[in-house]
């Protein structure tokens, strides 16, 4: 069966360090995978995309890998700050030709000052 | 507007009513989508509308939900005869290429 599968456990980690979220997926072929922030109440926010052809992208002190060999999405914040407290979803789109996102269930991060 | 927008931001209901979600997105997006979220869940697609192609209904759970959307502008999720499994916050995105924007969701509860 296809699944996306996000660590359900938060995350804790001190200001000032590297947060890395993981997202492994099964049975798709993602043609694109991008990673979302959503708070509590509030509905989800995009932040980066990545293709099926690149290793890495980076936006500010953001920065997301994409191996399709492992069929895994590591989302990586560095000098974490506690404003990056949220939960974070990684979706992806499979390259048949359907546009619709399939999401994670997402990582909940904690950012201790 | 500026943002997706959508209407009621919450709703309580009896079991066996028929509810309306509406949501505005943003002007020019042509894609839009609706999702359901579930408390501490992830989010479950339920139908993507885009242009004036027919519709995806792939992920809608049962009859008892349907949507629709005229042109590029509003679109309105209807679930008839309500269950308390229905309860959840339904979110709305809309979308021209790549990243979706979405709205604040409609929390609906069925009691």
């Known amino acids: 069966s296809q699944k996306i599968e996000q660590n359900s456990e938060a995350l804790n980690i001190q200001e000032g360090k590297t947060a890395t979220l993981t997202c492994n997926y099964t049975n798709y072929s993602p043609a694109y995978l991008q990673w979302y922030r959503q708070d509590p109440g509030r509905g989800p926010v995009f932040l980066l995309l990545?293709?099926?052809?690149?290793k890495e992208k980076r936006k500010e002190r953001l920065k997301v890998t994409f191996d399709t060999t492992l069929k895994q999405s590591l989302f990586h914040i560095t000098a974490s700050q506690p404003a990056d407290s949220a939960t974070y979803l990684c979706?992806?789109?499979?390259?048949?030709?359907?546009?619709?996102?399939?999401f994670g269930s997402g990582t909940r991060l904690q950012v201790q000052p | 507007g500026a943002g997706v927008s959508q209407s009621p931001s919450n709703k309580v209901t009896e079991k066996g009513k028929d509810v309306e979600l509406r949501c505005d997105p943003i002007s020019g997006h042509t894609a839009l989508y609706w999702y359901r979220q579930r408390l501490g869940q992830g989010l479950e697609f339920l139908i993507y509308?885009?242009?004036?192609?027919?519709?995806?209904k792939s992920g809608l759970p049962s009859d008892r939900f349907s949507a629709e959307r005229t042109g590029e502008s509003v679109s309105t999720l209807t679930i008839q005869r309500t269950q308390q499994e229905d309860s959840a916050v339904y979110l709305c995105a809309s979308s021209t290429t790549y990243g979706y924007t979405f709205g604040s969701g409609t929390r609906l509860t069925v009691v």
């Open positions: 979706a992806l789109v499979e390259d048949t030709g359907r546009r619709a996102l399939t």
């Open positions: 509308f885009q242009g004036n192609s027919a519709p995806d």
């Open positions: 990545i293709r099926e052809n690149e």
